[in-house]
Nanobody, 122 residues
Framework: QVQVVESGGGLVQPGGSLRLSCVAS????????MGWYRQAPGKQRELVAV???????NYADSVKGRFTISRDNAKNTVYLLMNSLKPEDTAVYYC????????????????WGQGTQVTVSS
């Protein structure tokens, strides 16, 4: 089992920056990838950014060039640095970890944090 806990959300003005952190604990050696999703009111949860164990990254088009995902393996922590924030970035941001593949279920284990609110407003 893996547990993930986010922190770093808050209120920021348009154009500002925030850095989110996600600390993983438990069976962290089983983690293959970690990422960030977000869900705005009335909208579906969407992928923001993901980083794999080898360090490959992928971003949603809406955040490319503004957000950076990084990983500190020694601390079992993933960061999301968000620059040039816009009101449309307002959402609850969730940390997600992908664990081991389970052949019996034909799917990977996955784990979610409780979320952290990011509000971009003047």
């Amino acid at each position: 089992q893996v547990q993930v806990v986010e922190s770093g959300g808050g209120l920021v003005q348009p154009g500002g920056s925030l850095r989110l952190s996600c600390v993983a604990s438990g069976s962290t050696s089983s983690i293959n990838a970690m990422g960030w999703y977000r869900q705005a009111p009335g909208k579906q949860r969407e992928l923001v950014a993901v980083i794999t164990s080898p360090g490959r990254t992928n971003y949603a088009d809406s955040v490319k060039g503004r957000f950076t995902i990084s990983r500190d393996n020694a601390k079992n922590t993933v960061y999301l640095l968000m620059n040039s924030l816009k009101p449309e970035d307002t959402a609850v941001y969730y940390c997600h970890a992908v664990g081991s593949f389970r052949p019996s279920r034909q799917k990977f284990d996955d784990y979610w944090g409780q979320g952290t609110q990011v509000t971009v407003s003047s």
